[in-house]
C-alpha cells in the first residue's frame, strides 16, 4: 500500500509543482536516483566501490547524442542503441578491472572515467570538444514546462525498471552468490560460487542502467561538455547517494538522491557559483562515514527496533504459558 502511495505521489508530481525551476530539479534528482540505484548494481551486491561509474554515464549520453546529432537516427532508438554500445563495451572492461580488488578497483575505475575525459576533449571533429555538442530534442513542439514533466515521467520509469531489477537480483540465487562475494569472496569462490563471472554480469547490468541514465539526460538537458560528463565529481556522488540511503536495500539509493539532490540544489541556489556545496557534500559524506555506516534506513529501523516488544525467551516463558504453548 505504501508503495503504490509513494508511487503515485512521484507519478504526479508535474501536476503540484509549483514553477517549471522545481519541476527541473525534480528532474534532476530523479536522475541521481537512477544513478545510484544503477551502482548499487555493483556496489551494494558486490561490495566494489567503483568511483568511476560517471565513464557510463558519459559513454550513454554521448553514445545517444551522436547517433542523433551525427547519424540522424531516432531519438529513443539512438538512447537504447547507445545502451547496448555501452553493455558491450563493459565486458572487456570489467574483465580488466574486476581482477583487481579494494583499492586498486577503485584506482582503476577512476582512470577509466579520466582517460575518456581526455579522449571525448581530444576527439574535437566528432565530440565536439570542450565546445560542447548539441542534442536535438525529441519532442520540439513542447514547451519547456512540458518538457520537464515528459523526462520526469521518463526517469520515473526507468528507476522503476531498475528498482524491479534490483528487487529480482536481491531474491535469486544469482543474488545470494553476488551477497557471498561481498562478504568473503575468497570463501564464497572455496564454496563454488563462479565469483567472477557473477561480478562480470553485475558491473554490465550497472554499467547500462547507468548509460540509459545518461542517455536521457542528454535527451532532457540537450548540451553535453566532456567535463561535466566524465566527472569524477558525479561518480562521487553516486557512491555518496548509496551510502547515505543504505547500499544493503532497495530503496538507499533513491532516498540518498533525494536527500542530496535537494541539499544540492539549496546550495547552488543559495550560494551561487561558489565551492560551497562541494564543501557541504563532503562534510555530509563524513558524517554518514562516523554516525551511519549502514545508511539512514537501518539506522531508522534500529532505532524503531528499540521500541517494539522484545520476544521473550524461553527462560522467561512460565510453565503454565509452556504448557498451553505445548497444547497448540
Known sequence: MALVVGAAAVLSFPLWSPNPYILSAGVVV?????????????????????????????????????????????????????????????????????????????????????????VFQSWRDVTGGSDGLTVPRPFPDLLRPQHHAVFFILFAVLLGVALLAWWTIDRSRFGLGLK????????????????????LVAFVVSATFTALGGGLYALWFGDLDPIFQFSILLGSYMVLMALLGGVR????????ALVVGVAIEYFKVSYGDTQFHLVATGLLLAAVV??????????????????????????EVSAAELREQVKL
Do not use: C
Open 180 to 199: 557471498a562475494i561481498r562478504e568473503d569472496e575468497d570463501k564464497a569462490q572455496s564454496l563454488g560460487v563462479p565469483t567472477f563471472a557473477y561480478k
Open 249 to 256: 536495500h532497495l530503496f538507499g539509493p533513491a532516498l540518498g
Open 30 to 118: 530523479l536522475s541521481y536516483a537512477v544513478l545510484s540505484t544503477s551502482w548499487n548494481f555493483v556496489g551494494g551486491f558486490t561490495g566494489y566501490m567503483s568511483l568511476g561509474h560517471a565513464a557510463w554515464f558519459g559513454l550513454g549520453a554521448y553514445g545517444t547524442g551522436l547517433l542523433i546529432a551525427r547519424a540522424g537516427v531516432p531519438s529513443f532508438l539512438a538512447l537504447g542503441l547507445a545502451a547496448v554500445v555501452v553493455a558491450v563495451l563493459a565486458v572487456p572492461i570489467g574483465i580488466a578491472a574486476l581482477r583487481v580488488r579494494g583499492a586498486s578497483f577503485v584506482i582503476v575505475s577512476i582512470a577509466l572515467v579520466l582517460v575518456l575525459l581526455l
Open 290 to 315: 562516523l554516525f551511519m555506516p549502514d545508511g539512514v534506513i537501518p539506522a531508522v529501523q534500529a532505532l524503531l527496533n528499540r521500541f517494539r516488544p522484545q520476544q521473550s525467551s524461553i527462560r
